[in-house]
T-cell receptor
């Protein structure tokens, strides 16, 4: 079975600084990878996903993530964060074969400090 | 579209009582998911439906939990009897084309069992 590890439970960062949220997965077969974001008192929203093709995927609000098969990673990055990026970020994985539901990581709480 | 609608938003009940959580998915979405979120265990998939049929309920913790989807626009998650360890935020999500398609989450129901 697949699993996801988000190594950092909390990441504080100053406004306009870069940030990287780490995600590693474990799977013996090919995977799809996702990042979801949860703003306070809301449900999760899809931020970006990797299904196939280019290993670098981008979101509309400046985040990007790169699928690295050899390192089994899908780290999320943003070159300059804003206060509004304060939220909890969840990495998720699913295998490409069969109807296998997503498995979510425990989440990383990003706090942007003014 | 109003998005995924969940009710109630907050529920406080006493141990042993029956609890019913409700969800209205986005119109036209064929998949519906119920998740539970706790600090200790993170986000866990409880059950998901495809075209109103339960596909995978392996995440349902025990017989006290049951879920139904009588039609394409309504689903319930019932806990009977409730216990303090059931206290969590319960999310409903729906997707259009499959389990790895973008999932749209509702705002959640915060359940407190005293």
């Amino acid at each position: 079975a697949q699993s996801v590890t988000q190594l950092d439970s909390q990441v504080p960062v100053f406004e306009e600084a870069p940030v990287e949220l780490r995600c590693n997965y474990s799977s013996s077969v090919s995977v799809y990878l996702f990042w979801y974001v949860q703003y306070p008192n809301q449900g999760l929203q899809l931020l970006l996903k990797y299904l196939s093709g280019s290993t670098l995927v981008e979101s509309i609000n400046g985040f990007e993530a790169e699928f690295n098969k050899s390192q089994t990673s899908f780290h999320l990055r943003k070159p300059s964060v804003h206060i509004s990026d304060t939220a909890e970020y969840f990495c998720a994985v699913s295998v490409t074969s069969g109807n296998t539901p997503l498995v979510f990581g425990k989440g990383t709480r990003l706090s942007v400090i003014a | 579209d109003a998005g995924v609608i969940q009710s109630p938003r907050h529920e406080v009940t006493e141990m042993g009582q029956e609890v019913t959580l409700r969800c209205k998915p986005i119109s036209g979405h064929d998949y519906l998911f119920w998740y539970r979120q706790t600090m200790m265990r993170g986000l866990e998939l409880l059950i998901y439906f495809n075209n109103n049929v339960p596909i995978d309920d392996s995440g349902m913790p025990e017989d006290r939990f049951s879920a139904k989807m009588p039609n394409a626009s309504f689903s319930t998650l019932k806990i009977q009897p409730s216990e303090p360890r059931d206290s969590a935020v319960y999310f409903c999500a729906s997707s259009f084309q499959g389990i790895v398609d973008t999932q749209y989450f509702g705002p959640g129901t915060r359940l407190t069992v005293l």
